[in-house]
């Protein structure tokens, strides 16, 4: 065991000594983890932005104004009114998600039961269009909901001789009485809330958070693979036959070499790990020791993968060939380039085949989910 950690020792202080090393191994790391960090968001917790809309009100009435009331106080929406050609510049140009049109008659189609059609005006991607098209069909219920209550209630008065027929002013009061009872808010709520351990609040993912696990991951990755690769090295140079003329077992100095990679990828993610902590203000999440056990096991896996790696090529250039293929399209699966939540359940499924992927979901689950040990 002594000599195992001798072989272990010796091939980290020549990690040490290599400048080049350092700068891949450390420098570009910070470097990238710090720039892309502040361009993706910084250390603020990701919040939706409000998406920007015109609303062209051309019927002008009390019901149009309460569509676009009832659209002004939607969280998710940033209103400009305006005519309908300033609308149309408006979306084509890209300085608004979209354009919601009441049209003209808008309060005489209600008070005789036609059918009124607000129009949206998009080029915007799908997400946002759902999400404005959601607000103005909420919307839209309320009206048509106060208008139903409008209509029920002069025909029951009209069965009744309580009420002339043709009389517009019972049916607006009707609607008005009806809709003041949305005042008080929406008889029935919906709240989602996200199940943690222990009752704890989700803290989110910031961008700085997201680039410093995921980019930690990625190249500690490159570290430990080339790194393994150093067996090929020796076999060329013909130190690794000479190794195995000594006394030492086969077993020691193996062990020795996988040991130094997993050391030299231990002093790369401690060194990132810390950076992150306490120069970007990363928040590592609430359980160290967790956190300490998901990247010792992280470690432990890729070391193995490179192993893996250097058995199946012949040479340390093919290996320098092949390693960042594996490297950059298992990183970009496993979601240490952007969050897994985003993708779709499939590519969530297949994120898990990569040692990368059950890396970020556990500490996704620890910084973000509020999960323990």
Request: charged share 15%; hydrophobic share 50%.
């Amino acid at each position: 065991m002594k000599k195992t950690w001798e072989i272990a020792w010796f091939a980290l202080r020549g990690v040490a000594r290599d400048r080049a090393a350092l700068v891949y191994m450390i420098l570009l790391p910070l470097f990238f983890t710090t720039v892309m960090g502040f361009m993706i968001g910084g250390n603020r917790t990701s919040a939706p932005r409000k998406i920007p809309v015109w609303l062209v009100d051309e019927d002008g009435s009390a019901y149009s104004r309460l569509v676009a009331d009832q659209l002004r106080s939607s969280s998710g929406l940033s209103l400009k009114e305006g005519s309908l050609d300033q609308a149309k510049s408006s979306v084509s140009k890209g300085a608004s998600s979209a354009a919601v049109v009441l049209p003209s008659g808008l309060s005489e189609a209600l008070s005789s039961g036609q059918t009124v059609e607000i129009r949206i005006l998009s080029l915007s991607d799908i997400s946002q269009l759902v999400a404005v098209e959601q607000a103005v069909r909420g919307a839209a219920a309320r009206l048509a909901s106060n208008a139903v209550a409008a209509d029920y209630t002069v025909r029951a008065l009209l069965e009744k001789g309580r009420a002339p027929a043709g009389d517009i002013s019972v049916w607006q009061k009707a609607f008005d009485e009806a809709d003041k009872t949305w005042e008080a808010g929406v008889p029935i709520a919906v709240k989602t809330e996200e199940a943690l351990a222990g009752g704890q609040a989700p803290r989110g993912l910031t961008g700085m958070t997201q680039t410093s696990m995921g980019f930690t991951v990625a190249f500690v990755m490159f570290t430990l693979v080339l790194g393994a690769g150093s067996i090929l090295e020796e076999r060329k140079a013909g130190t690794w036959g000479r190794l195995l003329t000594t006394p030492t077992s086969k077993a020691s100095i193996l062990g020795g070499k996988l040991l130094g990679a997993y050391m030299t990828g231990v002093a790369q993610v401690l060194v990132l790990v810390l950076f992150g902590r306490f120069v970007l203000g990363v928040d590592w999440g609430r359980s160290v020791l967790g956190a300490t056990l998901v990247l010792a096991a992280f470690l432990f896996a890729v070391t193995g993968l490179g192993l893996f790696m250097a058995g199946l090529v012949r040479t340390s250039a093919q290996l320098q060939a092949a390693a960042p293929i594996v490297i950059t399209s298992t990183s970009m699966l496993g979601g240490a380039y952007w969050p897994l939540e985003i993708v779709s359940k499939p590519m969530q499924a297949a994120a898990l085949l990569t040692p990368q992927g059950w890396a970020m979901k556990g500490l996704t689950a620890l910084i973000a989910r509020g999960a323990d040990l």
